[in-house]
């Protein structure tokens, strides 16, 4: 692949690859996705408080992400189908490697859905047993309005994620509170039914 063009995000650790990915690129990865989620299938998980995320879900890797009353943790099969997750697509192996340089390839790869309302309030990724490895995180379909801000709190920042952008967060930025405040609907036709997909990939373990 190319090796995309970085930004300056002006945020420590925040790292962004504006169109990182081609049209052609975006529809292939799509598909092998859509593939996926034919063996994974896309679910509504619920949070350790019991409301449901608006947010469709799914994994690809040795373990994925979940969510339910007994907390958030990361596990090697689907909970509704109790099949091992789907393999992540080796294009994704490549792009973390290209671009985080981590010495160990990611062993986890949350999928979400976001349609219409969708969004995803503001988190911190830290469920993961060595938080000093890098969060990649790659867009296709309708730009999202993402907020980031310090791990510590304090003023938080807009960013939009396009189709095709991908972001990390690294070093400094690596506990940095993050989330989604809504999709900009219609902005992109590449998810059929529209809406986004956002694949995070993660060192798990
Ligand atoms: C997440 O932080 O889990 C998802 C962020 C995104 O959808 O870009
Ligand atoms: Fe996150």
Redesign the pocket.
């Known amino acids: 692949m190319n090796t995309p063009q970085e930004i300056q995000t002006g945020i420590d650790g925040f790292r962004l690859w504006p169109g990182a990915l081609s049209m052609q690129a975006q529809a292939e990865l799509l598909a092998q996705v859509l593939a996926a989620e034919a063996e994974a299938p896309l679910y509504r998980p619920v949070t350790p408080g019991g409301r449901p995320f608006s947010?469709q879900m799914t994994n690809l890797g040795p373990l994925g992400w979940v969510s339910d009353r007994e907390g958030y943790r990361y596990q090697p099969t689907h909970p509704v189908t109790g099949k091992a997750w789907p393999p992540i697509p080796d294009y994704l192996l490549a792009l973390w490697s290209d671009l985080t340089g981590w010495p160990e390839p990611p062993d986890a790869c949350?999928v979400?859905l976001?349609r219409d309302e969708a969004r995803?309030g503001l988190?911190q990724?830290k469920d993961e047993a060595n938080m000093e490895a890098p969060?990649l995180?790659v867009?296709l379909g309708d730009t999202?309005v993402?907020r980031i801000g310090a791990a510590e709190g304090g003023p938080t920042r807009s960013i939009r994620?396009a189709s095709g952008d991908v972001?990390a967060l690294t070093g400094p930025a690596r506990l940095a509170r993050?989330?989604?405040d809504r999709l900009i609907a219609g902005s992109s036709t590449l998810v059929p039914g529209g809406g986004?997909i956002?694949l995070?990939l993660r060192r798990a373990r």
């Open positions: 947010v949350l979400n976001y995803m988190h990724d969060v995180s867009s999202a993402f994620l972001c993050h989330g989604i986004r956002n995070t």
